[in-house]
C-alpha cells in the first residue's frame, strides 16, 4: 500500500495551483488548494469553513487569522491568513455575485451545501493526472505539503509536531515524507 506524499518540488506546486488558475479555471478549486497547502489544515476542515470564518461582512475586510476548531481532534486552532492564502481567497470571493456570512466557501452545487471528500479528492487528482505529477498526492498531500517546507525552510520541528498535533517527532518525520533525498540534500549543501 502506497502512503500520500507531500508536494516536495515547488514548481510542482505552482503548476498544481495555476492549474486551476489558468489552465482549467476554476476559482473554487484553486482557493481550495491554495487554502490547503497554507493552512495545514485536514481537507474536512477546509471543507467546513464558512465565509464567515475568513471575512468580517461587517467591516468589509479578510480577518488577518483562520480560528477553527478541529474535527478530528475538538482542538481550536489560530492561523495567520498568509498573502497567497488572502489573494487566492479575495479572487474567488470577488468572483461570486452574492454571499451570505453562512455560506461554505468551498460549496457544492448551493452555497450551503460543502463540497463532500471525494469532490475535493477528484478535483486533486484530476489536476495532478493531467499534470503528470505523483500517483501519490491527494488532497491529504496538501496539509503534509505546508509541513515538508516549512521544514525545509528551518521551521523548529517541535513547532510543526504542535501545528499537527503530533506526540513525537518520529510521527512528524515519518507524516512530512522526509527521506534519504532530503538528508542528502542537507550534507550535500553545508560544506563546513
Not at 31 to 38: E, F, H, K, Q, Y
Not at 62 to 77: D, I, Q, R, V, Y
Request: contains cysteine; aromatic residues 10%; hydrophobic residues 35%.
Amino acid at each position: 500500500m502506497s502512503t500520500t506524499q507531500p508536494i516536495k518540488d515547488l514548481k510542482d506546486l505552482e503548476n498544481l495551483k495555476n492549474y486551476y488558475l489558468k489552465t482549467q479555471p476554476n476559482l473554487r478549486n484553486y482557493t481550495m488548494i491554495c487554502v490547503g497547502v497554507n493552512t495545514a489544515l485536514r481537507i474536512g476542515d477546509i471543507l467546513s469553513l464558512q465565509w464567515k470564518d475568513v471575512y468580517n461582512f461587517q467591516k468589509q475586510t479578510f480577518h488577518t487569522h483562520l480560528t477553527h476548531t478541529e474535527a478530528k481532534t475538538g482542538k481550536h486552532t489560530c492561523i495567520a491568513i498568509n498573502q497567497n492564502m488572502h489573494h487566492a481567497l479575495n479572487l474567488y470571493f470577488q468572483s461570486l455575485p452574492s454571499l451570505l456570512p453562512e455560506n461554505y466557501i468551498f460549496h457544492s452545487k448551493t452555497p450551503q451545501t460543502p463540497l463532500s471528500r471525494s469532490q475535493a479528492f477528484r478535483i486533486v487528482k484530476q489536476a495532478c493526472s493531467d499534470l503528470h505529477l505523483s500517483e501519490h498526492i491527494s488532497c491529504h498531500s496538501l496539509r503534509k505539503t505546508f509541513g515538508y517546507h516549512a521544514w525545509v525552510s528551518g521551521v523548529n520541528p517541535a513547532i510543526l509536531m504542535v501545528i499537527y498535533n503530533h506526540t513525537s517527532f518520529a510521527n512528524t518525520k515519518r507524516y512530512l515524507g522526509i527521506e534519504q533525498d532530503d538528508k542528502d540534500q542537507i550534507f550535500l549543501n553545508l560544506n563546513l
